[in-house]
């Protein structure tokens, strides 16, 4: 059997995506980086939690909540899939079979998958089944939706499509992967009439909407070195977009921003995260696999602020907003750091269990779910 599946022992790890080596992940090693205490400050900002709701555990897998206008929906790994408007649920549902990945939407349509790589369709009015499909495998990331489709990224590296209308099989993409990948995949992004994805072996794709083309193949990264584990070189985190400009990092390699129109490369630098990056209109925030947290000149890639005091906390990616870029941990803590120098600004704390993935972005503030099933709506003022 491929070396992935030894691999699948390394998900949980990984997911939270801040490991400071490949030791800290590999199962045949007893490294393991001691996490950095927090230190007290004085708060430049006020933070609160605003409201929460429990809404089912992750369990195996890593669950990503979704907003579209005041609407929040999010998912567990018991097929409990929520809409929360305000801090009050709307709807509740059961999908009817256990969960791997969600949520993605569009305000209309709200997209979770399963093991069994099923791919269920709600409408995110009443949370009534709209339409299934069957991807070629498991899901483990956040369906994208959009441009009339709804594309989702299976752990055997396809990209497929279906109309957004009918659930209607349009078209399939698939790469091939290197003998060593991790076990994670990074969710697919739309924008226009292309979706963009990163794969393992450190490649970004544009593919086209209407058709499955492949527009432009970016290199984000290279593998270097000589063994299986040092070769993992995997895009495991979604690029970002602003403007024209089109980002993404990898583990052990690089991170690069890329013209959008055409994939040429704008710049690069190595960095290594399994976590994932941000941007605003002039800066590009990564967490790298140490738990330092970099701010990055956007139209170079130069060092502006790096806060390292979050070092092995397996630290989410950033979200900046409001003058602060929140990210959180793996004892369910928020941090605010400043955006302009990475001072901490504040320090929220949730339910005491990890964070897995990024903070998103409410009309007022920021949602965070944690592993335990909380879902915190969070203002910092």
């Known amino acids: ?220 990264a290279l593998p270097r070195g000589t063994t299986e584990l040092e070769r993992v070189a995997d895009v495991t985190s979604p690029p970002v977009i602003a403007d024209r400009t089109i980002c993404a990092v990898a583990f052990q390699g690089r991170v690069a921003c890329f013209d959008l129109n055409n994939g040429n490369l704008l710049w690069a630098r190595d960095m290594s995260s399994a976590a994932g990056l941000a941007l605003d209109s002039r800066h590009l925030f990564v967490t790298d696999d140490k738990g330092a947290v970099h701010a990055l000149d956007l139209s170079g890639g130069a060092s502006v602020w790096k806060q390292d005091a979050l070092s092995a906390r397996r630290v989410s990616a950033p979200l900046p907003r409001r003058g602060v870029v929140a990210v959180a941990d793996a004892e369910g803590i928020v941090h605010f750091l400043n955006r302009d120098d990475g001072a901490f600004a504040a320090r929220v704390e949730t339910d005491g269990s990890p964070v897995l993935t990024a903070p998103r972005a409410l009309a007022d503030g920021f949602l965070i779910q944690t592993s335990r099933g909380g879902l915190y709506a969070i203002d910092a003022e």
């Not at 609160?48 to 206008?69: E, T």
């Not at 998958?113 to 009443?126: I, T």
């Not at 441009?147 to 396809?158: I, K, L, T």
């Not at 992967?177 to 072996?201: C, E, K, Q, Y």
């Open 1 to 220: 059997m491929r070396a992935r599946v030894a691999l699948a022992l390394l998900a949980a790890a990984l997911s939270v995506g801040a490991c400071s080596t490949l030791d800290a992940i590999n199962p045949f090693t007893g490294k393991k980086p001691k996490m950095a205490e927090l230190k007290p400050f004085t708060p430049s900002r006020a933070a609160r939690v605003a409201w929460s709701a429990s809404i089912g555990k992750g369990g195996d897998y890593v669950f990503s909540p979704a907003v579209s206008g005041s609407s929040v929906y999010a998912a567990s790994s018991d097929g409990s899939v929520t809409r929360i408007d305000g801090g009050k649920v709307v709807w509740k549902i059961d999908a009817g079979v256990p969960l791997s990945a969600g949520v993605g939407t569009d305000g209309n349509l709200v997209a979770v998958a399963s093991p069994e790589g099923d791919l269920l369709v709600f409408l995110a009015a009443d949370g009534k089944l709209a339409w299934k499909a069957k991807a070629s495998s498991e899901i483990l990331a956040p369906p994208a939706v959009g441009g009339g489709m709804v594309v989702v990224r299976s752990s055997d590296n396809c990209l497929t499509a279906y109309d957004m209308a009918d659930g209607r099989w349009k078209w399939l993409y698939q790469r091939p992967a290197p003998s060593l990948v991790l076990r994670m995949t990074a969710a697919p992004v739309i924008d226009g009439n292309h979706v963009f994805a990163g794969f393992p072996g450190g490649k970004l794709v544009a593919v086209r909407l209407d058709g499955g083309a492949v527009a432009w193949e970016g290199t984000v």
